[in-house]
């Protein structure tokens, strides 16, 4: 009888917490599919009408949405293949005994703490400017033409911003995860005559299996939702070359006006998020029971 006063107890205490915060999801989604199935643009205030999903046909028979569709499956790919393969190679370097390692480790890890917006003009005017940029010295020097990475190679170039904004996360989990592996695990490999990269493969690679799916899983749910970087380097240009589907939303909402198309393009990008981060979660179960 104590044990189920105590959970009615429990129950009734954090309820408020469970509804407030149903509330601050629910409701926005609601207005959301609301604003989707009407003609709403803020241009013509007063002459909103119930089209049903004719937002969400338009929206889905866009060409822009296929182009915004394969930018964010590139972007999110190129910027997991970069952080986990560096963040790997980084985080053995750090596992090395060196002097002044909790600095290095520090300045490695401090890229993480820098605001989006801030580290893309940082990108955009000191590191990638044609004229003034460090990347157009150093082709000066060797007498090379400067390249113009966010003109010609925009989706690349926002996918390094990214992936060096990422890298640190991923170093750290690495890190972390590297520091448990079995040390007398790698000196019986050692004296049994497996060589560096055979140890590397078959030891710390599975080792590392976990922490991997891990940042794989982490990384995916906000790289998804990239846009910061976008907004102030290409403004997803030229055209629709670095254009994901979270700019697309941006884009059809405030720079076209179209409430209406925006929340059906939310609506379906939200969707398909949870598609992925489901497929993702099973993923890294069955690695965890494995």
């Known amino acids: ?25 629910i409701v926005p989604l609601g207005m959301t599919i609301y604003f989707s199935t009407l003609s709403y643009n803020l241009l013509s205030p007063g002459m909103e009408r119930f089209i049903g999903f004719t937002n969400y046909e338009y929206f ?16 999110v790919g190129g910027v997991l293949v970069i952080t986990i393969v560096g963040g790997t190679l980084l985080a053995l370097l750090l596992d090395q005994p060196m002097w002044g390692q909790g600095i290095v480790r520090i300045l490695v890890i401090a890229p993480f703490f820098v605001m989006p917006t801030v580290s893309a003009l940082v990108w955009k005017n000191m ?12 082709a000066k020097a060797v007498g090379l033409q400067p390249f113009d990475f966010l003109a010609h190679a925009p989706l690349a170039s926002i996918t390094l911003i990214v992936a060096w904004q990422w890298l640190p996360f991923a170093t750290l989990i690495l890190l972390t995860a590297l520091q448990s592996l079995d040390s007398e ?8 005559g497996a060589g560096a990269f055979s140890r590397f493969i078959h030891i710390t690679v599975p080792h590392l299996s976990r922490a991997i ?21 290409t403004n997803g240009g030229p055209g629709t070359a670095s254009t994901n589907l979270t700019y697309l939303v941006y884009a059809q909402s405030l720079l076209q006006f179209d409430v209406g198309g925006g929340s059906a393009g939310g609506i379906v990008a939200v969707v398909l998020a949870n598609i992925v981060a489901i497929f993702l979660m099973r993923m890294i179960g069955k690695n965890l029971e494995a």
Not at 185 to 192: G, K, L, N, V
Not at 218 to 233: K, Y
């Open 185 to 192: 695990q790698m000196e019986a490999a050692e004296m049994d």
């Open 1 to 25: 009888m104590a044990t189920q006063h105590s959970r009615a107890a429990a129950r009734f205490m954090i309820a408020p917490s469970v509804i407030l915060l149903l509330a601050w999801m």
């Open 127 to 138: 590191f990638m400017n044609p004229v003034n940029g460090l990347f157009a010295h150093a």
């Open 60 to 75: 889905l028979t866009d060409p822009a949405f296929f182009a915004a569709l394969k930018n964010t499956l590139l972007l």
């Open 213 to 233: 799916t891990v940042v794989i899983l982490i990384q995916t749910i906000f790289l998804l939702s990239v846009f910061a970087e976008i907004l102030v380097t």
